[in-house]
């Protein structure tokens, strides 16, 4: 049995999923590749082929780990804990999304884990979004970054040559055609690797709860500019973010409905802008690698992902030509099982 899951670029919305906010990804072409064949059924032996690392754990009692076992011994958690039948046996996974580049490469994981395993256990595929919601407590119990939906619904609901637009509210999925003609969009690492466990990003989410409890509202998605303004810092800039990060993903999705791509390289300028200065999630590195597309040619360039370090996307006008590194967004279609003999 095997599984792909892709990783994802989130063209603008960011921090904005776990605020009930609005979000503008596509699932990408690489991904995570799990593959499971039978072995002893109360046991998962697993090997990450990148790493060339094993584990090894009881299928009804996984412990709890570090790095890339937490994920494996979560999701198997996970899945029993929602009523899944887990069949153990010997799993390997490989993948071409460099970790911690803000591509998320571990929703691919949890992703390309959970449709696998299932399979494996014979099970019918449940609905994307439920299946969301359980990757994403893998991430949230077993990794401890308290992460939101968009990398997972980005990879289970992403579609070839299109972008998707997630309302976090009621997790409605909406196409949006990704017509670049002669322009082009691409990821540029910055080498700088993060993880949200370890960086500030839980501190973010508990900045948004204060923000919340301070304003009187569910979530910041109810949130209004002027009672924003009336909040300590750094509340006040955290809200003003969110709530502008939300206007942007609609300017975008009219700005690509319109044809007009100066407008989309406007609004990524703007989200980097927020995300440097309000949001305060970017880091001198980054920074400085916007500023050297930007002067190399891109119409607009920003962080993309949790921050901290990762990927810059970045629009090229024609004829201007990105930097050798640059790696091409080509929006593919979302997770799914892999015939056995796909050469993938
Ligand atoms: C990470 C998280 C997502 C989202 C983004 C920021 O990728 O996994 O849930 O919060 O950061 O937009």
Do not use: K
Request: charged share 30%; with cysteine; glycine share 12%.
């Amino acid at each position: 049995m095997r599984a792909f899951a892709p990783g994802r670029v989130n063209l603008v919305g960011e921090h904005t999923d776990y605020n009930d906010g609005l979000c503008l990804p596509c699932a990408v072409q690489a991904g995570v590749t799990v593959r499971i064949s039978a072995g002893d059924d109360d046991v998962v032996r697993a090997r990450a082929l990148d790493l060339g690392e094993d584990d090894e754990f009881r299928v009804d009692a996984p412990p709890a780990a570090d790095g890339w076992r937490a994920f494996v011994r979560g999701t198997v958690a996970e899945l029993r804990r929602a009523g899944h039948r887990v069949r153990g046996g010997d799993l390997e996974i490989s993948g071409d999304v460099p970790r911690g580049s803000g591509l998320s490469s571990s929703a691919a994981l949890e992703v390309a884990l959970a449709l696998a395993l299932i399979a494996h256990g014979d099970g019918p595929e449940p609905d994307r979004r439920d299946l969301a919601r359980l990757c994403s407590r893998v991430e949230n119990e077993w990794v401890g970054a308290e992460t939101g939906l968009l990398d997972q619904l980005a990879s289970l609901f992403g579609r070839e040559g299109e972008a998707i637009r997630l309302d976090m509210r009621d997790l409605s999925v909406t196409p949006v055609a990704l017509e670049l003609g002669d322009w082009r969009l691409v990821t540029v690492d910055s080498g700088v690797e993060h993880t949200h466990a370890g960086s500030g990003y839980n501190d973010r989410r508990r900045e948004c709860r204060e923000a919340c409890a301070a304003l009187g509202v569910r979530s910041l998605r109810d949130a209004r500019l002027d009672a924003a303004a009336a909040l300590p810092a750094p509340l006040d800039r955290r809200v003003r973010h969110v709530v502008e990060e939300n206007t942007r993903v609609d300017t975008a999705v009219d700005a690509l409905g319109a044809g007009d791509l100066p407008a989309l390289g406007r609004v990524l300028d703007a989200s980097h802008a927020s995300l440097r200065d309000l949001y305060e999630v970017s880091v001198p590195e980054v920074d400085a690698l916007v500023e050297r597309l930007r002067a190399g040619g891109a119409a607009g360039a920003r962080i993309v992902g949790g921050g901290f370090g990762g990927s810059v996307l970045a629009l090229f006008r024609p004829g201007a030509a990105p930097p050798p590194e640059a790696v091409e967004v080509r929006p593919g279609p979302a997770a799914r099982l892999l015939p056995t003999e796909d050469a993938r």
